[in-house]
């Protein structure tokens, strides 16, 4: 958050002091307004600190290379880039992927397909919600995409968390070059086609989504399979 700087108020700049009530007013008003989140994008507002990734990074690194770890049961997925190992293990139905850099004997980040409690059974056999962290040096090098695109080749298709950090946002928009993108809503535990553009305004309610459809679907045949039903019933 931008700091306010308070400037010393100059001795000829009021016969008296300012009224205490309004000054607090005016601060409040200028807080909001910093904070307030931008209305042209899906809600953009996770953020963790560097050194609190790069410690959970480490400590799932120890894991996936110590016997007996339900982590160093993973199972190796094809190289999806150069110089990197895909861990891959499945629990519960959600997907997990440790993304380990061989030169640097390190964890650069990892991936989370989770299930989605908002939605029915039939289409939560469908649907996974990806949740990423890479340590800073590994970001904006393809791998979360390469993740990603993994997913989607299986034939899953994602659905954005209520919230994202802006290099989720790009990287959504970025695949939507390649997959269907729609905007959706979460609502009695169906998802609802709101179209592949909606008002900024709409974007801000935590049950607006964004859908892209993995290989094998259309938004065609989730529609005509009953799996995206029209936004006037939702």
């Not at 982590?71 to 629990?91: D, G, K, Q, Y």
Request: glycine share 6%; with cysteine; aromatic share 6%.
């Amino acid at each position: 958050m931008t700091a306010i700087a308070l400037c010393p108020r100059a001795a000829f700049a009021f016969p008296q002091p300012p009224p205490l009530g309004l000054l607090r007013a005016a601060l409040a008003s200028r807080l909001r307004a910093l904070t307030r989140p931008a209305r042209l994008e899906l809600r953009i507002d996770v953020s963790q600190p560097d050194e609190r990734i790069e410690t959970e990074l480490d400590t799932l690194h120890r894991r996936l290379h110590t016997p007996g770890d339900a982590l160093h049961a993973c199972t190796l997925l094809p190289a999806l880039l150069p110089n990197l190992t895909f861990h891959h293990r499945e629990a519960d139905g959600e997907h997990y992927v440790y993304v380990e850099d061989n030169a640097c004997r390190c964890l650069a980040g990892y991936t989370v397909f989770n299930r989605l409690i908002e939605v029915d059974r039939r289409t939560d056999r469908l649907v996974r919600s990806p949740h990423s962290k890479y340590a800073p040096a590994y970001q904006g090098r393809g791998i979360a995409t390469a993740v990603y695109e993994w997913a989607l080749g299986r034939g899953l298709c994602l659905v954005s968390g209520a919230r994202q950090s802006a290099g989720a946002h790009a990287l959504w928009h970025a695949l939507a070059r390649r997959h269907p993108l729609r905007w959706i809503t979460l609502h009695a535990r169906r998802m609802h086609d709101l179209g592949d553009a909606i008002p900024s305004a709409g974007r801000e309610a935590l049950d607006t989504r964004m859908l892209l459809a993995g290989q094998g679907w259309s938004i065609a045949e989730l529609r005509e399979r009953g799996l995206l039903h029209p936004a006037a019933s939702a």
